[in-house]
């Protein structure tokens, strides 16, 4: 059974960077030729995709994030990871790394395994 | 950015009723649309992929339908379990989330 568990710090400064891991058990990340996705949801509010990564290492982003978002991967550890530079209150969220639905390997697909998540607060 | 509008923002129903959700897009998604159901503290669960499918275990009292940008998700008849926020999902470019419905006990 594939599991995904998230892991980083849940408090981060203003200004400063929020990294968090994926990382995935029951299955490969190399294989399946999936983009593997971060979904965040603000406390009390809804869903956002945040952007994806493939194992190759291309990803593909919000655009509205710009470049203060980067994903990356390590297939040696079955691990994704994602950094988000410059930081504001508006950041805070539960942070969802998630699978897509087999047989959808595009960059845009419904989710079907998720993690638990993990609250990131944005504070000083 | 492709806009999901989703209506109702919230909705009280009882056990037994035939519940419909509603998700407009602002331009066409050719059927690249998801449904799923959320509880409080949890990851989303998938409903429906591709407007119209149902994801294996699912019940079938959940069904999803299209007609052009507009995309309802229907249960039958709504159970205990069934309590809880749905959201829909535009996975044609990018993705994007609607605002979500959440299903009240009435």
């Known amino acids: 059974q594939l599991q995904l568990q998230e892991s980083g710090p849940g408090l981060v400064r203003p200004s400063e960077t929020l990294s968090l891991t994926c990382s995935v058990s029951?299955?490969?990340?190399?294989?399946?030729?999936?983009?593997w996705g971060w979904v965040r949801q603000p406390p009390g509010k809804g869903l956002e995709w945040v952007g994806s990564i493939y194992f190759t290492g291309s990803t593909y982003y919000k655009w509205s994030l710009g470049s203060r978002l980067t994903i990356s991967v390590d297939t040696s550890k079955n691990q994704f990871s994602l950094k988000l530079t410059s930081v504001t209150a508006a950041d805070t969220a539960v942070y969802y790394c998630a699978r897509p639905r087999p047989q959808c390997s595009s960059t845009s697909c419904p989710f079907e395994y998720w993690g638990q998540g993990t609250l990131v607060t944005v504070s000083s | 950015d492709i806009q999901m509008t989703q209506s109702p923002s919230t909705l009280s129903a009882s056990i037994g009723d035939r519940v419909t959700i509603t998700c407009r897009a602002s331009q066409s998604i050719n059927s690249w649309l998801a449904w799923y159901q959320q509880k409080p503290g949890k990851a989303p669960k998938l409903l429906i992929y591709?407007?119209?499918n149902l994801e294996s275990g699912v019940p079938s009292r959940f069904s999803g339908s299209e007609s052009g940008t507009e995309f309802t998700l229907t249960i039958s008849s709504l159970q205990p379990d069934d309590f809880a926020t749905y959201y829909c999902q535009q996975y044609n470019h990018d993705s994007t989330f609607g605002q979500g419905t959440k299903v009240e006990i009435k």
């Open positions: 029951g299955g490969s990340i190399s294989n399946g030729g999936y983009y």
């Open positions: 591709k407007a119209s």
